[in-house]
C-alpha cells in the first residue's frame, strides 16, 4: 500500500509496458532519484499512458513528503 516503507530511490528504473520482451525503446520511460535530493521512492505503470509514483518521505522526517525531485528520461515526442 501506499504506507509501506520505502528504504531507497529509484536508480535508472526503465518501466517497460506489460508483457513485453526486448530492449527498451523510445517512449519507455526510465525514472531516476539517485542524486542527492532525490525523493522518488518506486513507480508502477498503470494503463499505458499513467503511472502511480511514490515519493520517499523527508529524510529528517518521515512524517513529510514535502517536494517531488526525480528525472525522466527516454520520452518521445508526442508523449
Given at each position: 500500500?501506499?504506507?509501506?516503507?520505502?528504504?531507497?530511490?529509484v536508480?535508472?528504473?526503465?518501466?517497460?509496458?506489460?508483457?513485453?520482451?526486448?530492449?527498451?525503446?523510445?517512449?519507455?520511460?526510465?525514472?531516476d532519484?539517485?542524486?542527492?535530493?532525490?525523493?522518488?521512492?518506486?513507480?508502477?505503470?498503470?494503463?499505458?499512458?499513467?503511472?502511480?509514483?511514490?515519493?520517499?518521505?523527508?529524510?529528517?522526517?518521515?512524517?513529510?513528503?514535502?517536494?517531488?525531485?526525480?528525472?525522466?528520461?527516454?520520452?518521445?515526442?508526442?508523449?
Open positions: 500500500g501506499s504506507d509501506d516503507i520505502i528504504a531507497g530511490n536508480s535508472k528504473y526503465i518501466v517497460l509496458p506489460a508483457g513485453y520482451c526486448g530492449q527498451p525503446k523510445k517512449g519507455h520511460l526510465i525514472f532519484a539517485c542524486f542527492e535530493s532525490g525523493n522518488l521512492g518506486r513507480v508502477n505503470h498503470v494503463p499505458e499512458f499513467e503511472y502511480d509514483l511514490v515519493i520517499r518521505p523527508d529524510t529528517c522526517n518521515p512524517r513529510f513528503r514535502v517536494w517531488f525531485n526525480f528525472t525522466v528520461e527516454n520520452v518521445k515526442e508526442s508523449q
